[in-house]
């Protein structure tokens, strides 16, 4: 049995990731973006270990939450599957840049970091240069190139923790509509094979998976001063540093 984390697992990808894991016996921690949720959340997945609860929008309350998880003791993975799309750029900005940053830097090491992307990172740009002024030009396909980019500065900086990033496609879920094309099961699969499988494939660091198999990215992930500006960005915005060992 292996103890799982997963940002917004009260609806969506999330939602499936946990019960999936749940039901295979794993011990899984939900999240939710408020207690009303969460209740709904724990009402869905009776088996879950409990829930807690955070705007992900508020960096405070992030921070609160990284405390939260803390207090539980060590996780075997953490899933940073929580995301906006269709809203105002600063909230993406705070919900899929900042958010994970900020959980990633304070939740104690776990042995695996799952992140999610899409494949929409593919059209995106760094625009480090918008963090401190300029929010609003800052596209949801930037802000997953951003998780990108946060992905692969965990693999370098932690050898010993297994981080990878995921496109789960453009699934039919409240993010993606009820006319999206791509599997769900297969959306949500990937993540959860990443979070426990011994399978040698999964056992990795540093790539990004569609459909549990390897994709190319957006190369300009792979820029390690870009990725130093963008750590140093964040805890210049957030107040959070981002740890040069991992706790553990």
């Not at 794993?26 to 959340?41: F, S």
């Not at 609003?136 to 692969?152: G, N, P």
């Not at 990725?227 to 060992?245: D, N, R, S, W, Y």
């Amino acid at each position: 049995m292996m103890v799982i984390f997963i940002t917004g697992s009260a609806d969506g990808l999330g939602h499936l990731s946990a019960r999936l894991l749940v039901e295979q016996g794993h011990q899984v921690v939900l999240h939710a973006r408020n207690a009303e949720r969460g209740r709904e959340a724990l009402k869905k997945i009776a088996g879950a270990a409990q829930v807690l609860t955070a705007d992900l929008s508020s960096i405070e309350e992030t921070k609160a939450l990284a405390t939260q998880v803390n207090e539980l003791g060590a996780f075997d993975a953490v899933i940073h599957n929580a995301g906006v799309y269709q809203t105002s750029a600063k909230l993406i900005f705070a919900v899929n840049t900042l958010a994970p940053y900020i959980l990633t830097s304070l939740i104690q090491k776990p042995k695996r970091l799952i992140y999610l992307s899409s494949g929409m990172h593919l059209h995106g740009r760094p625009n480090l240069e918008y963090f401190k002024q300029g929010i609003d030009r800052i596209s949801y396909s930037d802000s997953k190139l951003h998780v990108m980019m946060l992905a692969l500065a965990v693999a370098r900086k932690w050898p010993e923790v297994y981080s990878n990033a995921v496109d789960p496609g453009w699934v039919p879920t409240k993010m993606g509509g009820k006319n999206a094309p791509d599997d769900l099961q297969k959306g949500y699969e990937t993540q959860t094979w990443l979070a426990v499988s011994n399978d040698e494939r999964a056992k990795v660091s540093g790539r990004y998976f569609f459909h549990q198999k390897e994709r190319s990215y957006n190369a300009a992930a792979n820029d390690v001063a870009a990725q130093e500006k963008l750590l140093k960005l964040c805890e210049e915005i957030t107040g959070v540093a981002f740890p040069q060992h991992p706790k553990g």
